[in-house]
């Protein structure tokens, strides 16, 4: 019985993964679609062989002798596997925080950044919940100061929508699960889309005009940091997302904020393996 709950969980991950196509419908459709297909099948294989970690090796209701400790042990490997994952990157993430926290404090129009002395253009937010704003000399000497203050609200929207933890976590289940149909697509439809909603979020404040002229000014920068819990503005975008991007700039979608709740409800498909926990004999 084990074994056929992992087995289940494997087959309607790779569906899921598999119904993956391409994006389809508006920017606020976009997200939710893409953002549930990248989690639900991750999650639905993590809460699986936590309930066979949790209902042991034995049971009642057994075919063979030994598909108890076979599922036990993929369990075991794969949350195992998970744990140490998390762990490794936590760690990576914080040797680089520990050395970003090494550069100088300034104050860009009242805005406290870490300045990297170094002529490349470069701008993006680094860390986990409280991340830092890193700022390269060569950006401010590059940006007038109306395309600078562009900038700095797009960077003001990904800490809004706390971009670097979601996508440290994102990051996570990508390489968890990177032998899954069609996760590099979905991640790079989810890299796209946040850039986009970070975008929509800084034409609050400034001309969407302005935002597109900086974009168009810094894109296809160096590569510095490629790490999840990075939020670059513009740093080795592909040219297909740049033009979305500015596209996406000219039509001033209406909205591009997080999943309305009832885009939700899906995931609660990735509770009913705990739930047979307290049934286990």
Avoid at 179 to 189: D, F, G, I, M, V
Avoid at 220 to 234: G, H, K, Q, S
């Amino acid at each position: 019985m084990h074994l056929l709950m992992v087995v289940m969980a494997l087959i309607l991950a790779w569906y899921l993964r598999y119904y993956w196509s391409s994006p389809m419908g508006s920017w606020t459709e976009r997200f939710p679609r893409a953002l549930l297909l990248f989690l639900l099948p991750p999650l639905l294989l993590l809460t699986t062989t936590f309930a066979v970690f949790c209902m042991g090796p034995h049971g009642h209701i057994m075919v063979w002798g030994w598909e108890g400790w076979v599922s036990y042990g993929l369990a075991i490997s794969f949350l195992g596997f998970a744990g140490v994952l998390w762990l490794k990157l936590a760690w990576e993430g914080n040797r680089i925080l520990e050395q970003i926290r090494t550069y100088p404090i300034v104050y860009v129009y009242g805005t406290p950044a870490r300045l990297l002395n170094a002529p490349l253009v470069y701008c993006a937010l680094i860390g986990f919940w409280e991340p830092e704003l890193i700022i390269s000399q060569g950006l401010l000497d590059t940006l007038d100061v109306p395309h600078l203050k562009a900038v700095l609200a797009h960077e003001d929207g990904h800490r809004h929508y706390r971009d670097t933890c979601l996508f440290f976590f994102l990051g996570w289940l990508r390489q968890l699960t990177s032998w899954l149909p069609h996760t590099e697509s979905l991640w790079q439809e989810l890299l796209l889309l946040r850039e986009i909603r970070a975008d929509y979020w800084a034409t609050r404040q400034v001309d969407n005009l302005l935002l597109a002229e900086a974009l168009l000014l810094v894109v296809n920068t160096p590569i510095l940091l490629e790490v999840n819990f990075c939020a670059a503005f513009a740093q080795h975008i592909p040219t297909n997302h740049v033009t979305q991007r500015i596209d996406a700039l000219l039509q001033q979608p209406d909205s591009i904020a997080q999943p309305k709740i009832w885009s939700w409800v899906w995931l609660i498909l990735v509770l009913v393996p705990l739930l047979v926990i307290p049934f286990h004999h």
